[in-house]
C-alpha cells in the first residue's frame, strides 16, 4: 500500500493522464499522421469573435518553442507530473518528500503558462483548440488537486510521509 489514500492517488493520476492522452491524440495525428485530430471542426464558441478551430491553434507561430510542438512540452508535463505522484505514493521518505515538494512546484509551472496559453488563443488567434483547452483544464484541476492535498497534509488531516 502507498503513501496515498486511493481516492487521492486517483485524482492526482486521472487529470495528468487525461492531458496527457490530449497532448498525445495531437502529437500523433497532428505532427506525425498529418491530419487534423478528431473533432477538430471548425465551428463557433461560444465566446464572441473566438472559434473553434484547431488548425489555426496548431499551425500558428505560437504552437512551438524553438521548434518544439507546445503539444510535446504538455505530453512531457504530463509525464513528469505523473513520475512524481507515484515516487510521491511509494517512494522512500525523503525521496517522497522531495516529490511532493517538486510535485507541486511542477504543477505551478504549469499553471503559470496556462493564462498565456489562454490569451494566445483567445485575443491573438481568436480560436481555441480542443485538445489545448482540455490541456489546460487538466493542469488547472491538477493544480487545485496538489493544493488542497498540500493544506490537508500539512494540517494533518493525510498521512505525512
Known sequence: MGRLEKSWLALMLAFSATGLFASSV????????HELPPLCTSFKSPFPGVTIDCERVLSSKYSDIGGVPLDLLAAIWFVINIAFVITYDIGPGMVARFA??????????????VPYL?????????????????????IIIDFTVITLYLVRLRRGVVTKP
Request: hydrophobic letters at 55%; glycine letters at 2%; one cysteine or more.
Open 118 to 138: 489562454i490569451y494566445v488563443e483567445t485575443y491573438l488567434l481568436h480560436a481555441l483548440c480542443i485538445y489545448c483547452t482540455i490541456m489546460h483544464a487538466m
Open 100 to 113: 511532493i515538494n517538486a510535485l507541486f512546484y511542477w504543477r505551478f509551472l504549469g499553471i503559470v503558462v
Open 26 to 33: 495531437v502529437i500523433y495525428t497532428y505532427y506525425y499522421l
